[in-house]
């Protein structure tokens, strides 16, 4: 039997790229990006995931800068090329949990809450209350007021159960 590849072929590359599972991601987090369910990632599309993200402030020049990445339409298989561009044998989660080290000098896995907010609202893009609180609606802090983060990474990598029904 013959089977044709088609227009397959040209992406096929990218796809080979990621594991079936780390494609699957990929597309559950385009498809939250992707807020009007064009198929298309667009200014608006961003605009808002940043708002849900807690980010009010960002300026339509740093969304446009994103957008020109995708040199044209950033449709899932642009979208899934840039990624591997940028992640190029990295892991996502190994990347997010290395963010949080410099927090957690013992490596316990937890963050202060309260240290954590107020890092968040004085350094660099400088988060609102707002904005933080926002941020930690998805964060498993426990009764004493840490974050775990290396569960945070896991939502943030795997999505949230909870969110899912």
């Known amino acids: ?12 590359n990218v796809f080979s790229m990621f594991e079936q599972s780390q494609i699957q991601e990929f597309k559950e987090a385009f498809g939250c990006i992707d807020q ?8 608006q599309d961003l605009k ?5 993200l807690g980010k009010l402030n960002i300026k339509d020049e ?9 040199k ?6 642009v979208f899934l090329t840039l990624f591997g561009e940028k992640l190029n044998g990295t892991d996502p989660e190994d990347t997010i949990l290395a963010a949080f080290k410099p927090f957690d000098p013992n490596g316990t ?6 240290e ?4 968040l609202m004085n350094q660099a893009d400088k988060f609102t209350a707002e904005e933080v609180e926002q941020a930690f609606t998805l964060a498993p802090i426990d009764p004493i007021g840490n974050i775990d983060y290396k569960q ?7 999505g949230d159960e909870k969110e899912e029904s």
């Open 1 to 12: 039997m013959h089977f044709s590849r088609g227009n397959q072929k040209s992406c096929s």
């Open 36 to 43: 009007d369910r064009d198929g298309v990632i667009k200014k």
């Open 48 to 52: 808002e995931t940043y708002a849900q």
């Open 62 to 70: 740093e969304l446009e800068e994103m957008l020109n990445e995708g």
């Open 72 to 77: 044209g339409p950033i449709n899932f298989t």
């Open 109 to 114: 896995g937890f963050v202060n809450k309260d």
């Open 116 to 119: 954590f907010k107020r890092l």
């Open 152 to 158: 945070l990474c896991y939502i943030i990598t795997h």
